[in-house]
C-alpha cells in the first residue's frame, strides 16, 4: 500500500509541475471563430493575428518583420510584441506591397535586401530596405506561366547554390495531358540563376524554355523545401482528384499526395545527383495509398500505379520509367508548404484539406522526422506525419475551420501557420508546456481555459492531471482490495 501512495504522490507531484508551467499562459490571447484546435503533444500553439485577407506565403525579414501574402492584396509586414513562448501579439501592420495579382509565393535574398514574389503569371524583384520600411525598383525576373486551374507559384531561393531561384508552377487542368511533354512548362519544377538574367539583364526568363528542370510530371508540387544540412530539394504535391482504376472510382483513398526528393543543387546546376530533372509520372502514373484497388498485385503504399493498365502503360512500366514518392500522404490533404527545422530533423508540412472526398481529410500542420537529409520512416509509411495543430471538428470544414497554407520559422525555433480561409496566423513553439499527451488527432477533444486563448491551458492541465491522479489511485485501490 505504501508503494501505491508513492506511486500517486509522485503523479500528483509531476501534475504540479505541469500546472505551473501551463500557469504562464497570455493575457487577453485571441481565439478562434470556431472550435478550438488540437494540439499535439510536446508543442504549445496560439492564435495571434487575424483579420487577413487570403494570407497565403509567409517569411521573416531580417528585423524579425513578418512578411504575409494576401492573395489579391498584396504584401503585408507584420510586428509583434513578444512576451515569450507563444505570447506574441501584433504590433504593427503595414502595407508593404500592393498589388492584386500577387497570390502566395514569397522569397528574401540571404542579405534580406531583395524581395521576390509571384503571380500567376510573372516572378518579379524588388529592391527592399533590411529595417522594412519598403521596397523599391520592381523587376520581372521570370515570365509567361500563365494557365488555368492551379495558379500558385513557389519560390525558393537556395542556400546552397547562389542566386538559384526554384519555381514550381502546376498543371492548368485536374488531367493535363499536355504535361507529358517538357517543354509544356507545366507541372514542373524550374531553377533559374537570376543573378544573370537573358540579354545582360534586360530581359526575363520564360519559364517554358528559360532554366533548369529540376522535376517534371509534378501534378501541383505547391510546397518546397531546401534541407538545411545536405541541401536537398524536397516537394509536396497535390495529386489528381476523382480517378478511376479499370472503370471503378477509387477517387476516395487513391491517388496519395506525395513527397518527393529533386537531388542537390550546385553553382552550375550541372549535377545530376538524385533525381534531379526526373520525370515523377504525372498524368500517367500515381502514388497508391489506399490499398483497394482492382489488380493490386503486389503494390503497396508508395507504388507507382496505372489508371488503366495495358501493354504500352502499366503498373511495371510506371516503377520502372518514374520517379516515387520519398512518402505517400492519404489521399486529397493538399500540402502547400514544407520547411524544415534548423537542424534538418523535422520537416514540418501544412495541409489544406479536402473538397472532394465524402470523409474530410487535412485541415492541420504535421510533422515528419528527418535524419541524414531523408525522411526517417519509409517509403511504404502511413504514420511518416505527425499531427502537432489539427481542427477539434473536421465536419464543419471547410467552412468554420482553419486551413493550413504558409509556413515560417523565426530564429527561436517557433513555427508560424497562415490560414487563407479564415484570415489567421498562428504560431506554435516545441519543447514548452504542454499538458496532454496524444497526437492532435482531429478527433481528440480540445482542452480549452474560460480565460485563455491558448490550447492545453492550465485549468484543462490541472482537470486532467488531477483525474489522472484520480485515476491511478482508483486503480492502484481496486488492485490491492
Not at 7 to 35: E, F, G, R
Request: hydrophobic fraction near 35%; glycine fraction near 12%; aromatic fraction near 8%.
Amino acid at each position: 500500500m505504501g508503494f501505491i501512495i508513492k506511486a500517486a504522490l509522485a503523479a500528483l507531484l509531476h501534475a504540479s509541475l505541469t500546472y505551473a508551467q501551463a500557469a504562464a499562459t497570455c493575457a487577453n490571447a485571441l481565439k478562434p471563430s470556431y472550435s478550438a484546435p488540437v494540439v499535439g503533444a510536446g508543442y504549445t500553439a496560439q492564435l495571434i493575428a487575424t483579420g487577413l485577407k487570403k494570407p497565403r506565403g509567409i517569411l521573416f525579414d531580417r528585423e524579425g518583420g513578418l512578411l504575409v501574402v494576401q492573395q489579391g492584396t498584396g504584401i503585408q509586414r507584420l510586428t509583434f510584441t513578444d512576451s515569450g513562448g507563444t505570447c506574441l501579439a501584433v504590433k504593427d501592420s503595414k502595407t508593404l506591397v500592393a498589388d492584386s495579382g500577387l497570390n502566395h509565393g514569397i522569397e528574401l535574398s540571404p542579405d534580406g535586401r531583395t524581395l521576390y514574389a509571384s503571380s500567376a503569371d510573372k516572378v518579379y524583384s524588388w529592391a527592399y530596405d533590411a529595417a522594412g520600411t519598403g521596397v523599391s525598383g520592381r523587376r520581372t525576373l521570370v515570365q509567361n506561366m500563365s494557365n488555368s486551374d492551379h495558379v500558385s507559384r513557389t519560390l525558393l531561393l537556395s542556400r546552397r547554390a547562389e542566386g538559384v531561384l526554384l519555381v514550381s508552377r502546376g498543371s492548368s487542368e485536374n488531367m493535363d495531358m499536355e504535361t507529358r511533354q517538357v517543354g509544356s512548362g507545366r507541372s514542373q519544377i524550374r531553377a533559374f540563376n537570376v543573378t544573370d538574367l537573358p540579354n545582360g539583364g534586360r530581359d526575363a526568363f520564360d519559364y517554358g524554355s528559360g532554366g533548369t528542370v529540376l522535376g517534371w510530371g509534378l501534378r501541383n508540387s505547391v510546397g518546397v523545401a531546401e534541407e538545411p544540412l545536405t541541401g536537398g530539394v524536397f516537394s509536396v504535391e497535390n495529386s489528381a482528384d476523382q480517378i478511376r482504376r479499370q472503370g471503378k472510382d477509387i477517387h476516395q483513398d487513391d491517388p496519395g499526395e506525395e513527397m518527393n526528393f529533386h537531388g542537390f543543387l550546385n553553382g552550375s546546376l550541372s549535377s545530376k545527383e538524385g533525381n534531379q530533372g526526373g520525370n515523377f509520372g504525372y498524368p500517367d502514373c500515381f502514388a497508391l495509398w489506399g490499398t483497394d484497388v482492382p489488380d493490386k498485385g503486389d503494390m503497396v503504399v508508395g507504388s507507382q500505379f496505372a489508371l488503366d493498365p495495358n501493354d504500352q502503360l502499366n503498373d511495371k512500366t510506371c516503377a520502372d520509367k518514374y520517379v516515387a514518392p520519398r512518402l505517400t500522404f492519404q489521399a486529397h490533404m493538399a500540402p502547400l508548404d514544407i520547411k524544415f527545422n534548423s537542424n534538418g530533423t523535422e520537416a514540418y508540412v501544412a495541409f489544406h484539406g479536402s473538397w472532394n472526398r465524402n470523409d474530410p481529410v487535412g485541415y492541420k500542420l504535421s510533422v515528419v522526422s528527418f535524419a541524414n537529409g531523408q525522411p526517417v520512416e519509409p517509403p511504404t509509411s502511413t504514420t511518416a506525419a505527425k499531427d502537432i495543430l489539427s481542427n477539434a471538428d473536421l465536419s464543419a470544414c471547410p467552412g468554420k475551420c482553419f486551413r493550413p497554407v504558409g509556413l515560417a520559422i523565426d530564429d527561436k525555433g517557433r513555427i508560424f501557420m497562415s490560414s487563407d480561409s479564415t484570415g489567421e496566423i498562428y504560431v506554435l513553439q516545441k519543447g514548452d508546456m504542454t499538458a496532454l499527451g496524444g497526437g492532435g488527432s482531429a478527433t481528440s477533444t480540445p482542452n480549452v481555459g474560460p480565460r485563455s486563448g491558448r490550447y492545453r491551458t492550465a485549468e484543462g492541465a490541472w482537470m486532467a492531471a488531477g483525474a489522472a491522479v484520480l485515476g491511478l489511485l482508483g486503480g492502484m485501490l481496486m488492485v490491492a482490495i
